[in-house]
């Protein structure tokens, strides 16, 4: 008769699923953001570093390894830099999340 209703304990059960995945994602967002990611550019001209929340925590520029006197090149290869650093942090938090949701069927992009 209440054939809708024999599906409400599966729905408690996914309600705390839920939260447990809530409270994952949560520890893996600290995680990241203490986690430091470099990238350089123009053979190590610049360095830039990036936290787990693509937020720049450190630049470095070695005059040793090229000119760092031609301001629009030292501009560009800085800016290089710290666009490496914050893709290749993008690509570990999503390598992270994709670890932790695994086999739930989100869509792609929707937890990052």
Do not use: H, W
Not at 32 to 61: C, F, Y
């Amino acid at each position: 008769m209440f054939d809708g209703l024999k599906n409400l304990g599966q729905l408690g059960e996914m309600m705390k699923k839920a939260q447990e995945m809530q409270g994952k994602m949560q520890q893996l967002q600290e995680e990241m953001s203490r986690k430091q990611i470099t990238a350089e550019a123009a053979g190590g001209l610049v360095s830039a570093t990036v936290d787990g929340k693509l937020m720049l925590t450190n630049l470095r520029i070695d005059p040793t390894k090229g000119d760092a006197t031609d301001l629009p090149f030292l501009q560009d290869v800085i800016l290089a830099a710290v666009t490496a650093a914050q893709a290749k942090a993008g690509d570990m938090i999503r390598e992270e999340m994709a670890k932790l949701t695994g086999g739930m069927g989100l869509p792609p992009g929707m937890l990052t």
